[in-house]
């Protein structure tokens, strides 16, 4: 059973666009949410996180929308370049754990010049 | 400071053999944690190590273990291996327990 789900699988937006990346989940004990990029070849690398009593987080052109009555949480990418485009993994960290995560199956985002 | 560091970067084996994976966490961090990544899939968990302890296993077989040393570094062994254990193989790390996790580069496994 995937216990995060994403969408969309692929992505492709215009340079200067703003990319939206889904997630939803079942198990409302995660306590953590946070987005990986992963470029080919490279491990993930940590974007940014938030937490179940914080509505929004914002860093530079990366924003989490998080909506606890829908159980789905959201990365918002503004003004996308093309070095944006990587491979996007979200994440929900399982409750009464060290540091347990289950990611989603990813979403691959082209940005064309 | 170097980042997560893990070894070898590149491995073939065949179905049967058994295989040794490296992880030298950040310095200073002393949780380790090991995820298999399947082509096209994102990671999935196998193994929490914090102090040296075992804090977490993933649904994983028990041809899967491993173990953290007094430096914080860590080794995953896969015994009698599959043609489906060919995966990324990723350590992550983190200073203390829950707090924010640093992946490596992972170990890319191909059995043959």
């Known amino acids: 059973q995937q216990q995060v789900k994403q969408s969309p699988q692929s992505l492709i937006v215009q340079k200067g666009g703003i990319s939206i990346i889904n997630c939803a989940y079942e198990n409302t004990a995660f306590d953590y949410f946070p987005w990986y990029q992963q470029f080919p070849g490279k491990g993930p690398a940590l974007l940014i996180a938030i937490r179940p009593d914080v509505s929004e987080k914002k860093e530079g052109r990366f924003t989490i929308s998080f909506n606890k009555s829908a159980k789905q949480f959201s990365l918002h990418i503004m003004d996308s370049q093309p070095g944006d485009s990587a491979t996007y993994f979200c994440?929900?960290?399982?409750?009464?754990?060290?540091?347990?995560?289950?990611f989603g199956t990813g979403t691959s985002l082209t940005v064309i010049p | 400071d170097a980042g997560v560091t893990q070894s070898p970067t590149h491995l073939i084996k065949t179905r049967g053999q058994h295989v040794t994976l490296r992880c030298s966490p950040i310095s200073g961090h002393k949780s380790v944690s090991w995820y298999q990544q399947v082509l096209g899939q994102g990671p999935q968990f196998i193994f929490q190590?914090?102090?040296?302890?075992?804090?977490g296993r993933g649904n994983f077989p028990d041809r899967f273990s491993a173990r953290q040393f007094p430096n914080y570094s860590s080794e995953l062994n896969v015994n009698a291996l599959l043609l489906g254990d060919s995966a990324l193989y990723l350590c992550?790390?983190?200073?203390?327990?829950?707090?924010?996790?640093?992946f490596g580069d992972g170990t890319r496994l191909s059995i043959l």
């Open positions: 190590y914090y102090e040296k302890e075992e804090r």
């Open positions: 994440a929900a960290r399982r409750p009464n754990t060290g540091n347990q995560f289950y």
């Open positions: 992550a790390s983190s200073r203390q327990g829950r707090q924010p996790q640093h």
